[in-house]
């Protein structure tokens, strides 16, 4: 079985500062991670992905994530946020063969400040 | 390439009624997966689908839902004699034959009920 922790319900940041979200998976083999984003009554969309090829992930929109085994995390950054970033982030976890769903963290909703 | 496409959009029903929701997967896509995403909540797996089977319902209610996926057409979530507890945003995504993992979302479905 697979699980998402996110640490942090809620972000803020000011305009042009760096962002931050974390995440911290449990699996029991070598997982497949994933970020969406989804921006107010809208459907989900693919930030990034990690697959087991580099652990550094680079995703749209200036986003990227690093896969660190040892610490069982995926982190979420940006540099510089803009005001189009918020929207609430889901770190996903995929499931193996036949039980190929995606298990889904709680979410971290991003407030940008002007 | 039109993405996944999901109608209706928004669905108001009464206590006791019948809600059907649809979901057209990306052309080329054979796998369908539906998810439930409560309000202030992240999305949770219902069932897992490929042309006229059924792989993982695990995360689906025993009673008063239901799926399918036929050789044409697309795929139906039902949900009879739905309750106020039923209200949530339901969210399709589809993969390809190639066992790819990344699954892309529909705008979802936003069921009332009254």
């Known amino acids: 079985a697979q699980s998402v922790t996110q640490l942090d319900s809620h972000v803020s940041v000011s305009e042009g500062t760096p962002v931050l979200l974390r995440c911290n998976y449990s699996?029991?083999?070598?997982?497949?991670l994933f970020w969406y984003v989804q921006h107010p009554n809208k459907g989900l969309q693919l930030l990034l992905k990690?697959?087991?090829?580099?652990?550094l992930v680079k995703g749209i929109n200036g986003f990227e994530a690093e896969f660190k085994k040892s610490e069982t995390s995926f982190h979420l950054t940006k540099p510089s946020a803009h005001m189009s970033d918020a929207a609430e982030y889901f770190c996903?976890?995929?499931?193996?063969?036949?039980?190929?769903?995606?298990?889904f963290g709680s979410g971290t909703q991003l407030t940008v400040l002007p | 390439n039109a993405g996944v496409m999901q109608n209706p959009r928004h669905l108001v029903r009464r206590r006791g009624q019948e809600a059907r929701l649809r979901c057209s997967p990306m052309?080329?896509?054979?796998?369908v997966y539906w998810y439930r995403q409560l309000p202030e909540e992240g999305l949770k797996f219902m069932v897992y689908?490929?042309?006229?089977?059924?792989?993982?319902e695990s995360g689906m209610p025993k009673e008063r839902f239901s799926a399918e996926f036929p050789k044409e057409g697309p795929s139906i979530l039902r949900i009879q004699q739905v309750v106020r507890g039923d209200s949530a945003a339901y969210f399709c995504?589809?993969?390809?034959?190639?066992?790819?993992?990344?699954?892309?979302f529909g705008p979802g479905t936003r069921l009332l009920v009254l």
């Open positions: 990690y697959t087991s090829a580099a652990t």
């Open positions: 689908l490929q042309k006229e089977n059924i792989i993982d």
């Open positions: 996903v976890v995929s499931g193996s063969g036949s039980a190929r769903q995606l298990t």
């Open positions: 052309k080329g896509h054979s796998h």
């Open positions: 699996s029991s083999y070598s997982p497949s």
């Open positions: 995504a589809s993969s390809p034959k190639s066992l790819q993992e990344t699954q892309y």
